[in-house]
Each structure stands twice: as structure tokens, then as C-alpha cells.
């Protein structure tokens, strides 16, 4: 409305000022300003920017002249436009959307990865040459404190991301830590709100403190001095039939000719032991499935058992890592052709539009205006002129505008050069090193596990 205020003082002034302005203004006013600043009004409640709308409007029925009907058409357009590009759609299946919210799960048990998983995966990095526990049982609310005394390699960065400001010259204390952001979601009006608190820390895979736990575990994966296995061993529920159930998660890795990673993942494969051999993999499940919560560590027993098991099934599993390898390695390959192809028809097709683009803006908007002017001024030659000084600026125009043709045509060709050399050069050596592998696959064995029956034999 203040922009609807500013124009009509505009207006006031041009009517007393410029007396030919009077009848436009009149004119103008037929497409009633309120429409138009209730329409710049309705813009600024959905997307806070008005000024390009009003501005485009004014310009369209003073300047030129458009009908009202056509400016108001043209409002009603924008506005669509507008509320188009700034719709979010509304999760209607509730908080975060059904749909949604099934599709994070199902992300999240591939990586096995949920809030008992994250506080795990913390305080077991914490824990790195410090021992355990490092994080003391939750309140009523879901919350856990640090265990004092935090270590060294941790205080710093405690005391940066998560200690609460100092107050009255006395040390803050530290919140308390929620690993589950529905800890912090609240009912307001029978909606459920994310509230944030002061005394409490939601710690998620961003945090500063995750970060440096993944950085952990990652030097833990080279060799030398470490406090971490990849090795355990677990009791719980088997495959039926089966003695014991050897869990191995593997990383695969593979790179292109351009020495480009292209594939990196992690997956975890259940592989039966039966009668002292190893079974065929099992049916894909999601790490978090597999996942035992039982708490309790293994005993001397049970880690003799796992030893007697894996010294019976080793070399199997170091088949069954080398088979993994050399059936990506062909999976991975398939795809590569295939995806090239496609990647070839589309790169050619945005190297055509490209070409075509370059043409239409200098032939179209420069050389045949440049064509126009210059055929213009030799039009004048011909037909004499009065005076010297008008033949020499006339020479002087004429000079000047065949050399700006020249040089528009030799940038053209020049341009159009440069194009065919970037097409030669992604089309016949860019594209087939990108989708061609660079030797083969590799897979890795992150760690395994053990899983042994519930029951003691």
C-alpha cells in the first residue's frame, strides 16, 4: 500500500507539471489502483516481494499503453505464477507426512542408523581409550548428561558446541542430550510443533560432535595402535536350521577412468552357517533388522565358540568377498554402457540447442541489425548530400559499422569453433573415460559379526 501511496503523489505532481501526462493518468486510473495495490498486496502476504509486480503494471498500462483488461489478465497471471514457484505442499499425513516420514525410515535402516544408534555410535567414541560409560542413563524425559570427567580429546570441543554461556562470572553447565528430535516436538493446538530448549542439545549427524565421533572410528579403519575391533560377537535369534549367522558389512568402491568415484556404499549381508560351511546369502534385509540389542557382552565361551566357527568358514568368506567383487564389477559395467549411451544423446542434444542459440542471437539480433544499418547508410550515400562534413561523417558511419560487421562475423565463426572443439572434446574423449571403469570394483570388509544362538549349547 505504501508503494500504491508513492505513485499517486507521482501522478498529483505530473498533472500540474507536464500537462499532457493528465489524460494518461485519467486513463490509467480506469483499471482501479486498488485492484492493483490489492493485488500487490495479496503477493506480499505469500512471498514478501512486491515491486517487480506493481513496477511491471504501471509500466505496462502508461508506457505502453496496454488495455486494462490486458494488464489486469497479466496480474492475475503473475500472481498464479508467483504462488506457483513458492507452493510447498502440504504434508496432510501428519507431522513430516506419512509417506515422507516411511521413506527417511526406510533410509535409515539401510544405514542402520536411528537415535539408539547415534547415541551409541557417540559415546563408543568417546569412550575410544577413555572407557565407557560416557554418557549416564536418561531422565524421564529422554535426556542424558555427559559422565565426568569428560576426556581430554573431547573437553574442547564439548565446551564450544555444547556448554550454555556463561552467567554472573559462573561457568555454564552442560544441557542435557536427546538424540530423537520427537524428544523436542511439542502439541500446540492439536499440532505437533519442533520446540527447541535451552537445557536440552538435539545431537544429530551435523553436529560438531558427530563429526569428529565419525573422524574417530575413521583412523580407527588404518592400521597401527587402536582401541576399536572390527570383530564381535553377539547372541540371538538365527535363520532356522541354522548353527550360527556370520554378518559382514562390506564397503564396494569403484572409480572411472577420469579416476572419478562413481559408486561408494556400504551393505551388510547374513550368511548362515550350516553343518560347519557357509550357506548362500540370505534375502536382503536392512542392517537395522539384524540388529541385537541384548546388551550383554560376550563371554570367554562364547568368543572360543565364534573362534572355532571362524576358523572353519574363513576361506569361504574370503570366496564369497572375492565373488562380491568380480559380480559388481560386471553389475557396475552393464550400467556404465548403458547410462553412456544416454549420456551421449543428451550431451549431443544440449550441444545442438547450444549451437542453435549462438546462431539465432548473432545472426538474428546483431548481424542483420548491423546488415540494416550498414545497407541505411549507403541508401544515404546514394542519394548525395549537401554538405562535406555530412558526406565524412557519413564515410566516418559507414567505416565504422562494415568493421563491426567484420568483426561480429569472425567472432561468430570463432565462436562457433569454440563450440565444435568443446563438442570433440566432451563427446569422443570427456564421455567414454567417465563411463568406463577403471579396473575392477572393490569391496572391503568393514567388519563382521558373529551371531550366535540365543541358547548355549
Known amino acids: 500500500m505504501e508503494r500504491a501511496k508513492l505513485w499517486g503523489v507521482h501522478f498529483q505532481v505530473a498533472r500540474g507539471v507536464i500537462p499532457w501526462l493528465t489524460p494518461t493518468y485519467r486513463y490509467y486510473r480506469s483499471i482501479s489502483l486498488a485492484y492493483v495495490a490489492g493485488k500487490v498486496h495479496t503477493i506480499r502476504e505469500d512471498l514478501g516481494s512486491t515491486a517487480d509486480v506493481f513496477d511491471r503494471a504501471v509500466e505496462r498500462r502508461l508506457v505502453q499503453g496496454a488495455s486494462a483488461s490486458a494488464v489486469r489478465a497479466d496480474l492475475e ?48 567414541a568417546m569412550g575410544m581409550r577413555a572407557g565407557l560409560p560416557r554418557l549416564a542413563p536418561a531422565d524421564e524425559q529422554g535426556r542424558q548428561q555427559l559422565v565426568h570427567p569428560i576426556p581430554g580429546l573431547w573437553a574442547g570441543l564439548v565446551d564450544d558446541t555444547l556448554r550454555l554461556p556463561e552467567r554472573r562470572g559462573v561457568r555454564g553447565v552442560l544441557p542435557g542430550l536427546v538424540f530423537d528430535p520427537e524428544r523436542l516436538v511439542v502439541d500446540v493446538g492439536g499440532r505437533p510443533v519442533f520446540r527447541p530448549r535451552r537445557d536440552t542439545a538435539l ?15 575413521a583412523r580407527e579403519r588404518f592400521p597401527g595402535e587402536s582401541s576399536a575391533s572390527r570383530w564381535s560377537v553377539r547372541r540371538g535369534p538365527l535363520p532356522e536350521g541354522a548353527e550360527a ?79 562380491s567383487r568380480r559380480e559388481l564389477t560386471e553389475r557396475l559395467r552393464t550400467v ?41 547508410l549507403r541508401s544515404q550515400a546514394g542519394q548525395g548530400l549537401l554538405f562535406d562534413e555530412d558526406v565524412a561523417d557519413l564515410e566516418r558511419s559507414t567505416a565504422e559499422k562494415e568493421a563491426e560487421l567484420r568483426r561480429r562475423r569472425e567472432h561468430y565463426v570463432e565462436l562457433r569453433d569454440q563450440l565444435e ?37
Open 336 to 376: 556404465l554402457q548403458a547410462t553412456a549411451a544416454s549420456a551421449r544423446k543428451n550431451e549431443e542434444a544440449r550441444f545442438k540447442t547450444r549451437h542453435g542459440e549462438v546462431s539465432a542471437l548473432i545472426e538474428n539480433a546483431t548481424m542483420q541489425r548491423l546488415e540494416r544499418e550498414l545497407a541505411e
Open 245 to 323: 549367522l556370520v554378518l559382514l558389512t562390506l564397503e564396494e568402491l569403484a572409480v572411472n577412468d577420469l579416476r572419478e568415484g562413481f559408486h561408494n556404499w556400504v551393505r551388510t549381508v547374513a550368511l548362515p552357517v550350516r553343518r560347519g560351511d557357509l550357506a548362500p546369502a540370505l534375502p536382503h534385509r536392512a542392517p537395522l533388522e539384524w540388529r541385537s540389542d541384548d546388551g550383554v557382552p560376550p563371554t570367554p565361551e562364547d568368543l572360543a565358540e565364534a573362534r572355532e566357527i571362524w576358523l572353519e568358514i574363513h576361506r569361504e568368506v574370503r570366496a564369497f568377498v572375492d565373488q
Open 77 to 124: 497471471a503473475d500472481l498464479h505464477r508467483a504462488r506457483g514457484r513458492a507452493h510447498v505442499p502440504r504434508l496432510e499425513a501428519g507431522w513430516g507426512g506419512q509417506e515422507e516420514r516411511e521413506a527417511l525410515r526406510d533410509f535409515a535402516a539401510e544405514l542402520d542408523l536411528d537415535p539408539p544408534a547415534l547415541r551409541e555410535t557417540l559415546e563408543k
Open 203 to 217: 545431537l544429530h549427524l551435523g553436529h560438531p560432535l558427530f563429526h569428529a565421533a565419525l573422524a574417530a572410528f
Open 421 to 457: 572443439r568443446e563438442r570433440t572434446r566432451v563427446l569422443t574423449h570427456l564421455l567414454p573415460r567417465r563411463y568406463e571403469m577403471r579396473g575392477e570394483a572393490q569391496v572391503f570388509p568393514v567388519a563382521l559379526e558373529i551371531r550366535l544362538p540365543e541358547v548355549r549349547r
